[in-house]
């Protein structure tokens, strides 16, 4: 079964920095394309950052520039540099596999708020 175990989240002011990370467990990590996504209030989850097996990143363009996807396959570990953080960044992020589906099952996700 997989386990998906997000953290890093927390509190900052707009500008300001979080690095996230998640581990996994359960899976063959280092073949399957990993994503963070984001939950607002009210909103649909969006991914906003992708990363191949090989280490190829690609971005949502809200985050673009600002945000940087990374892997760890020898820790079964995702990470993502959050820099310049926005008020509208604010949201629970997750992340899961990108490609062909998700996990089926998703971690409790961390919590970002951003204040202005």
């Known amino acids: 079964q997989v386990q998906l175990v997000e953290s890093g989240g927390g509190l900052v002011q707009a500008g300001g920095s979080l690095r996230l990370s998640c581990s996994a467990s359960?899976?063959?990590?280092?073949?399957?394309?990993m994503g963070w996504y984001r939950q607002a209030p009210g909103k649909q989850r969006e991914l906003v950052a992708q990363?191949?097996?090989?280490?190829?990143?690609n971005y949502a363009d809200s985050v673009k520039g600002r945000f940087t996807i990374s892997r760890d396959n020898a820790k079964n570990t995702v990470y993502l540099q959050m820099n310049s953080l926005k008020p509208e960044d604010t949201a629970v992020y997750y992340c899961?596999?990108?490609?062909?589906?998700?996990?089926?099952?998703w971690g409790q996700g961390t919590q970002v708020t951003v204040s202005s």
């Open positions: 359960g899976v063959i990590f280092g073949t399957n394309a």
């Open positions: 899961n596999r990108v490609w062909p589906t998700d996990f089926g099952s």
């Open positions: 990363i191949t097996g090989g280490g190829y990143p």
